[in-house]
């Protein structure tokens, strides 16, 4: 059962969203916001005092991780659940052709995507492995799959998430003997700021993402097995 969780990203979009179906199912959340301004995160906190803490947390950067970690372990002991949420997208245009790549760019989004999740992980290792639950759901994306690409750009988040895909393996292979477990969910395409703008052509909306991806979770015991189950929102396997 999760009791407790932690959230990554939340301060928009599918994270945001999954916060309130934690909420919802009776869990104590602890929600890593990005930036600083007051916004729907910090509304939600006022509705739920008590089981909702909002927690600075920029996951590319360990002293943040750090510290987010440490103010967590001040008030829970066990951590049942740690959703990696947060990302980033970068440039989604540039092919090999072009003469102006952004590497510096690239290496910010391997830093957020693939690199954040870990830190994340890392510095929550005690507490998760403490827990009843000890599940790490990783939101990955269809992008990271190799098995399955056919672009021709995206370069920094495809690469990134595939990192995040690969990470996961190495972090189940050392967990699951002692019963941790962890996940890789494509979200489907969700109508976010992602992109600078809101995706409005996208599939679902952000609350019907969270819906999906909470029943993926609860359904964990269906995918526990010697590797990470990687599989899109809807439960469906997905090809590495
Ligand atoms: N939307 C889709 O169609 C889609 C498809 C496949 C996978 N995904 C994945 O789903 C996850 C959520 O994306 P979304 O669509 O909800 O995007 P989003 O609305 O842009 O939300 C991303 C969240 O991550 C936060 N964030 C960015 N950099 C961060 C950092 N360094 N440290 C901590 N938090 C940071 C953002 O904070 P700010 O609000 O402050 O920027 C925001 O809260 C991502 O991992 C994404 O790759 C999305």
């Not at 740690?82 to 690239?106: H, K, P, S």
């Not at 750009?153 to 690969?166: D, F, I, R, T």
Request: hydrophobic share 40%.
């Amino acid at each position: 059962m999760i009791k407790t969780a932690c959230v990554t990203g939340a301060d928009r979009g599918i994270g945001l969203e999954l916060v309130k179906r934690l909420l919802e199912r009776g869990c104590k959340v602890f929600a890593g916001k990005y930036a600083s301004a007051r916004g729907a995160l910090d509304e939600l906190r006022e509705e739920h005092p008590d089981r909702l803490s909002v927690i600075p947390l920029d996951i590319g950067s360990d002293a943040s991780v750090r510290q987010a970690a440490s103010q967590i372990a001040e008030s829970a002991a066990a951590i049942d659940l740690i959703v990696n949420n947060a990302g980033i997208l970068g440039d989604i245009e540039r092919t090999v052709y072009d003469e102006d790549l952004d590497f510096d760019e690239m290496l910010q989004v391997f830093n957020v995507n693939a690199l954040g999740a870990f830190r994340v992980v890392h510095a929550l290792l005690k507490p998760l492995m403490r827990s009843e639950g000890k599940l790490i759901a990783n939101i990955s994306s269809e992008a990271g799959s190799i098995g399955a690409a056919k672009r021709t750009n995206w370069y920094g988040y495809c690469m990134s998430k595939a990192a995040l895909n690969m990470q996961a393996v190495l972090l189940h292979n050392q967990l699951r003997e002692q019963g941790g477990q962890v996940l890789l969910i494509h979200p489907g395409w969700v109508q976010t700021q992602m992109r600078g703008h809101l995706d409005a052509g996208a599939t679902y909306t952000p609350e019907q993402a969270s819906v999906h991806i909470m029943d993926v979770i609860a359904d964990r015991e269906r995918y526990r097995g010697d590797k990470p189950a990687f599989v899109d929102l809807l439960g469906r396997p997905y090809p590495w």
